[in-house]
């Protein structure tokens, strides 16, 4: 007989209190590789970071806050719900929109 697997619960993410954020802290954050970050850079117009003088993408903390939403959304959404990137893609801060 199968059984349901309960969800582990993760602790919320916090935000150190900065204005920028390098793509490496982003990456750690979130959980994501930054090839997955650079990759939602072209698909989601929300998501355009500054580059420092360097050439480093500097996040700022809206666009910190759209990840990990975009995130939850993408691949929390997706095993529960069927829900995935496309659907997070109308707005992942509308979390009734995706139901």
């Known amino acids: 007989m199968a059984t349901a697997r309960k969800k582990k619960d993760k602790p919320d ?3 150190p209190e900065k204005l920028y954020f390098r793509i490496g802290e982003v990456s750690r954050l979130s959980e994501l590789p930054a090839h997955v970050l650079r990759f939602w850079e072209s698909e989601f117009p929300q998501l355009k970071p500054t580059k420092s003088s360097s050439g ?5 903390r809206r666009e910190v806050e759209f990840v990990l939403a975009t995130k939850l959304h993408a691949f929390v959404d997706e095993t529960e719900s069927g829900v995935g990137l496309d659907a997070a893609k109308l707005d992942p801060f509308d979390a009734g929109a995706l139901q």
């Open 13 to 15: 993410v916090v935000i």
């Open 56 to 60: 480093q993408r500097m996040y700022r």
